[in-house]
């Protein structure tokens, strides 16, 4: 009966793991377990084991997780004896972000508990779980977890409180689906023509290659590429960001690929990456939040092997808004990031 249960949940985990594209991540765990009084075993006792998170996109639940604790020695049974534990459980978990580097989880799951020495109802089964739990990013190799799981033993109904501490070290990119696709072609012209006339005094002020005459755009900053307009090329990444918040929604990963592309294709270019918010909050705190837009999408840009030297970013919080603040359709267009290639 155990190997029954036990191969169920490991098979139920895998199979809602492989269809998603995802990194993933291995945690080593310590942490212990207060027991209920009722179960006749230690109050407190330790634990150690590992998990493995699978990453998830578009789902509603942002992660995967499988792992394994047992007991860190025997645990005593108030009536004699002893025994040891051991849980493989799988989890569903959902983040909420409250900084650019930590994050609150929540997850909710089941799995097996085998005792070594059943004794005094303490029987192997299955139990459930819910939890919540803190994330914090101390590099992008290596991120500190901790959480607190109650379990509820479905057979007698017992219940353990578990605490865990925890080090992630993640492991390779989330796969992309790779089709065949048509060549793109490239609107963008990095060395539009000057049109001069002969026998003429033409007049190009800023420099941008378009003559004074037919220049819409005076005072171009140096090095932008400009269109026929003169006017500098801004690439709209239709990144679009959800209220308070610098996190990239997995459905811009497109225009983030085709603009990177487009960056390997003229090497010689260079990027300037510009945030903007609504108006909602204090102008310092939009400030801010535009800066840790602008981050997020030139890490974004990185992902894709884009050398940080060819990035520069700025935000300008919401000193500069494309529509009115005065609506929600207008507050979330401000929202937004735009690209502008330079030399």
């Not at 017992?158 to 689906?177: M, Q, R, S, V």
């Not at 590429?225 to 990444?237: A, I, P, Q, W």
Request: proline fraction near 3%; charge should be negative.
């Amino acid at each position: 009966m155990k190997k029954v249960l036990l191969s169920t949940v490991l098979c139920a985990s895998l199979m809602f793991a492989a269809d998603s594209s995802y990194k993933y991540e291995i945690t080593p765990l310590v942490g212990g377990v207060v027991t209920e009084g009722n179960t006749d075993l230690d109050s407190h006792y330790g634990v150690g084991g590992l998990s493995l998170g699978f990453n998830l996109d578009e789902s509603m639940f942002d992660q995967i997780e499988l792992g394994f604790l047992r007991s860190l020695g025997d645990v005593d049974y108030d009536k004699g004896g002893d025994t040891s534990i051991s849980r493989i459980f799988t989890n569903v978990i959902k983040n909420y972000e409250l900084t650019n580097n930590t994050s609150l989880y929540a997850l909710v799951g089941a799995g097996v508990e085998v005792f070594g020495h059943e004794a005094y109802d303490n029987e192997s089964g299955v139990f459930g779980n819910y939890g919540v739990g803190l994330r914090y990013n101390i590099s992008d190799d290596l991120i500190f977890k901790t959480d607190v799981r109650h379990l509820i033993e479905t057979d007698h109904g017992d219940n353990n409180l578990l605490y865990t501490f925890g080090l992630a070290i993640p492991f390779g990119k989330k796969a992309t689906n790779v089709t065949k696709q048509e060549p793109v072609k490239q609107e963008v012209k990095p060395e539009p023509v000057k049109q001069v006339e002969p026998k003429k005094v033409v007049l190009d002020t800023d420099g941008d290659g378009v003559i004074d005459s037919k220049d819409e755009c005076a005072n171009t900053p140096k090095g932008d590429f400009v269109d026929e307009k003169g006017c500098s090329l801004k690439t709209d990444l239709n990144i679009n960001f959800a209220f308070d918040s610098s996190k990239i929604n997995n459905s811009y990963e497109s225009k983030i690929k085709k603009f990177a592309e487009f960056m390997k294709a003229f090497p010689s270019t260079k990027a300037k990456i510009e945030a903007h918010t609504d108006s909602i909050g204090t102008e310092k705190y939009n400030q801010k939040l535009s800066e840790r837009r602008a981050a997020s999408t030139v890490e974004a840009l990185k992902a894709y092997k884009i050398d940080a030297k060819r990035l520069k970013w700025h935000g300008y919080g919401e000193s500069k808004p494309l529509a009115t603040n005065a609506t929600k359709e207008g507050r979330a267009k401000n929202r937004r990031v735009e690209a502008t290639i330079v030399k």
